[in-house]
């Protein structure tokens, strides 16, 4: 048998990241942007997973980063929204991005942020801080959210007010959403900042204690009957809103076993 002179061809992984284009990018400070790649049509997840993103290192392997996928699971794009980081080995370069450049997109998404989670319930809470918002951005565009809920708020809490801007965004265009305009009437944004003057100030975590999160929305306080909570931001945050929802009663569920809250750390920071 005779063999082919050269070096044999090269193997790719069948899980190795594959090139997206970018398609648009806006920033909303000088930390914080959203992007929207192609979404290969093979590609596909739940709403509110999370997927590996990155750019080729200067060796050419892959520098890769979880990302929650922001966009719903009917969207055509794929949406991520971003903290850039001055010193950070991928969120510094990726803040410079612009359409028509190529990102990488892993092909595992997964995440506990998910329906799948959860036992059916009455309220939805998704409690967030900074990029937290991130998979509540895809929750909240997904009929399916509506369909299994009568009524949906998404808290959002940071420091400054202009960091609150992807989240307003969201809530006013929920109105002329190609799926969820006719679900708007249920869904809230409770929104905070917690070194600048706003409207609502304080921790998300505070907002619970004292109870103005429930008063300012007219409802009950947190109840393992009516209530299913999904949380999302830093580890901190994580703990002590998790201590709050099981103080109230509240069993954690994962993918394996739905229940009555779950969590999941914000990745991009
Ligand atoms: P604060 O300004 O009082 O620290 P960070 O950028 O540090 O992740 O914070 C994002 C937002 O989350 C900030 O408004 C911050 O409030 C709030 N935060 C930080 N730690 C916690 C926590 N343990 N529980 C609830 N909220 C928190």
């Known amino acids: 048998m005779t063999q082919t002179a050269g070096n044999p061809p090269k193997k790719v992984s069948p899980n190795a990241p594959t090139e997206q284009e970018v398609l648009s990018v806006h920033h909303y400070t000088d930390r914080l942007f959203k992007f929207r790649i192609e979404r290969p049509p093979t590609f596909r997840f739940r709403s509110g997973e999370f997927v590996m993103i990155g750019l080729p290192r200067e060796d050419g392997k892959p520098l890769l980063r979880a990302y929650s996928i922001a966009s719903p699971a009917w969207d055509e794009e794929l949406e991520f929204f971003s903290i850039k980081v001055p010193d950070g080995p991928l969120t510094s370069r990726l803040g410079d991005i612009k359409p028509g450049d190529k990102v990488l997109l892993g092909k595992k998404p997964t995440g506990t942020l998910v329906h799948d989670a959860l036992v059916p319930g009455k309220r939805l809470y998704m409690f967030s801080t900074g990029t937290g918002v991130a998979p509540f951005a895809s929750l909240m565009r997904d009929p399916e959210t509506y369909q299994k809920f009568d009524e949906v708020i998404l808290t959002q809490t940071c420091r400054e007010v202009a960091e609150l ?39 998300i975590t505070d907002l619970i204690k004292s109870g103005k999160l ?35 009663g509240l069993v954690e569920g994962s993918n394996a076993t739905p229940a009555q809250f779950v969590i999941e750390k914000a990745f991009a920071d």
Request: hydrophobic letters at 30%; proline letters at 7%; glycine letters at 6%.
């Open 214 to 248: 429930f008063e300012d929305l007219g409802v009950p306080p947190l109840n393992p009957e009516t209530d299913r909570v999904m949380i999302c931001g830093s580890m901190a945050m994580l703990q002590d809103t998790k201590a709050l929802c099981e103080e109230a």
């Open 165 to 203: 801007a992807y989240g307003e965004e969201l809530a006013a265009g929920l109105k002329d959403d190609p799926l969820c305009d006719e679900y708007a009437h249920q869904f809230r944004l409770y929104n905070s900042a917690t070194r600048e003057d706003y409207p609502r100030q304080g921790r």
